[in-house]
């Protein structure tokens, strides 16, 4: 009986050989089709490594056959460093887990450098470096956040608004504002400059033209400075936007005079809000309820709109009274005994109160 199962046996063992090598055999061939359509270098990460080594260290040299993601002498190394790695960290000195603290007095210069400049973690680092002490980002970043000292939505050196507000008694904004003229052929864009004072919010209009050329621009430039001159109101920062009706000679003519020309970012209408707003303001209140019908009729309505926008309305960033004024706090009127009269301007349009001498 023996001797019938014995070569039984051995005929049923060769077969699966055949069949096991009949199926390495193809997914070799698969392997091969797959590798000529991936790139030349496939990058492996650490675990990726470790299950190779796992696998293919029981097949000893037999991996020279099969293996082709990289090299044998790669594979080998891998299995080397493997086993060469220390099985776990070494113990800290001081017996405790985790990760050393940082010195007291060290995190103490940290926090006192964030509270003195600002800086963010990584100028705190090198500061830390110039002083001998070799810490990393984050070992800065957790001594700062565990102080409640973290980054906040405006935790900048310098924002646009705290650069309006330390410029603002010599800060000008200025844009160009247009305006419809009817003419016999039809509607035309009429052009025209204006500036305001961040400071005081007092505002000054140039004269309208068809055609803001470049020597047109820089000639308002010219009479802008001689009424600030002759206002008293100094302009050592002017911001402007990026349109082309300014020229080299627009600044030259502010340059002249140590005045900074601040061109603001393309794209940026928030950074002139101040202009936009007074342009948004003179053509609701004023233009917008007139049509235009020559040169010297929009002339008069922006001369009469800036006199107006400067001495009879009200701002909100000025205590709501106008820009320009005799005090910042106006004398109290007794209205049971003075006659309140209303000051007509533009046919009735403008409107504004005093009382009667």
């Known amino acids: 009986m023996a001797a019938i199962i014995h070569p039984l046996l051995a005929l049923l063992a060769s077969l699966s050989r055949q069949e096991l090598a009949r199926q390495v055999t193809y997914l070799k061939t698969e392997n091969r089709i797959l590798r000529s359509k991936l790139p030349h270098r496939i990058s492996l990460s650490n675990q990726e490594r470790r299950t190779l080594v796992k696998h293919g260290r029981q097949l000893g040299a037999r991996i020279k056959e099969l293996i082709s993601i990289v090299s044998y002498s790669s ?30 007095s060290l995190s103490d210069a940290i926090l006192r ?6 800086w963010g973690y990584t100028k705190i680092v090198q500061a830390m470096r110039r002083l001998g002490h070799n810490v990393s980002r984050q070992t800065v ?45 039809g509607l035309v864009d009429v052009y025209f400059l204006v500036f305001i004072h961040i400071g005081t919010r007092r505002v000054w209009i140039s004269p ?20 600030i001159q002759d206002e008293d109101v100094p302009c050592t920062h002017l911001c402007r936007d990026n349109d082309t009706k300014y020229v080299t000679a627009f600044d030259s003519v502010f ?12 794209m940026s209408p928030n950074l002139q809000a ?29 001369r009469v709109t800036q006199d107006w926008y400067n001495f009879r309305r009200g701002h909100s960033a000025r205590d709501h009274l106008p820009p320009i004024r005799d005090s910042d706090t106006p004398a109290t009127i007794d209205l049971t005994k003075h006659k309140l009269i209303c000051v007509e301007e533009l046919g009735g349009h403008l409107k504004s109160y005093r009382s009667a001498a």
């Not at 309208?208 to 009424?227: D, I, K, V």
Request: proline share 6%.
């Open 208 to 227: 309208c033209t068809e055609h803001p050329t470049g020597e047109w621009s820089a000639q308002q430039a010219r009479n802008f400075l001689m009424h």
């Open 274 to 302: 101040h202009v936009e707003r007074v342009i948004q303001t003179i053509k609701h209140e004023v233009l917008n309820a007139f049509c235009i019908v020559s040169d010297s009729h929009l002339n008069h309505l922006l």
């Open 75 to 104: 594979f080998r190394r891998w299995v080397r460093e493997l086993e060469d790695a220390p099985s776990k960290r070494p113990a800290r000195k001081d017996g405790k887990g985790g990760r050393p603290r940082v010195e007291e």
């Open 141 to 185: 970043k957790n001594v700062i956040v565990q102080a409640g000292l973290g980054p906040q939505p405006h935790d900048y050196p310098d924002t646009w608004t705290d650069f309006l507000k330390r410029h603002a008694a010599t800060l000008w904004q200025c844009d160009f504002a247009c305006k419809k003229k009817w003419t016999v052929k």
């Open 113 to 118: 450098v964030r509270k003195e400049t600002g």
């Open 255 to 266: 340059e002249a005079t140590g005045c900074k020309v601040k061109r603001t970012t393309p």
